[in-house]
C-alpha cells in the first residue's frame, strides 16, 4: 500500500512558475512508477507527466513539454512538477499516482487526494 500526499498548488498569475510536490509512504518508492494528472471543472482527467523509479525515462504531455518538468528523489520519497510559464488553461487540480509499471494512461494503482493550481490571467 501506497499513500501519496501532494502540496505546493495555489494561486499564481499567467506566465508565473510553481512547484508541485508528491510525498509517498513506504519504504519501495524506487520501485514505483510515479505520474502527474490534471483535472479542470467539468473535464475529464488528463495525463501531465510520467517517471520511472529511478528516474531513466520521462515522458510529457504535448500541452506541457517545455514547459512543465517532472523529477524525483528517491531519499526523499518525493516526486515534483516544475510548472513554469503557466497558463489560465493549466488550471486544475493536480494529482500525483503511483504504479509498478511506466504508464501514461490512467490505469495507476495509487493516487493522492489533489492539490489546486489557478491561473489567473
Known amino acids: 500500500q501506497v499513500q501519496l500526499a501532494e502540496s505546493g498548488g495555489g494561486l499564481v498569475q499567467a506566465g508565473g512558475s510553481l512547484r508541485l510536490s508528491c510525498v509517498a509512504s513506504g519504504r519501495t518508492f524506487s520501485s514505483y512508477a510515479m505520474g502527474w494528472f490534471r483535472q479542470a471543472p467539468g473535464k475529464e482527467r488528463e495525463f501531465v507527466a510520467a517517471?520511472?523509479?529511478?528516474?531513466?525515462?520521462?515522458y510529457h504531455a504535448d500541452s506541457v513539454k517545455g514547459r512543465f518538468t517532472i523529477s524525483r528523489d528517491n531519499a526523499r520519497n518525493t516526486v515534483y512538477l516544475q510548472m513554469n510559464s503557466l497558463k489560465p488553461e493549466d488550471t486544475a487540480v493536480y494529482y500525483c499516482?503511483?504504479?509498478?509499471?511506466?504508464?501514461?494512461?490512467?490505469?495507476?494503482?495509487?493516487w493522492g487526494q489533489g492539490t489546486q493550481v489557478t491561473v489567473s490571467s
Open positions: 499516482a503511483a504504479d509498478s509499471r511506466f504508464r501514461r494512461d490512467y490505469k495507476y494503482d495509487y
Open positions: 517517471i520511472s523509479g529511478r528516474a531513466i525515462t520521462t
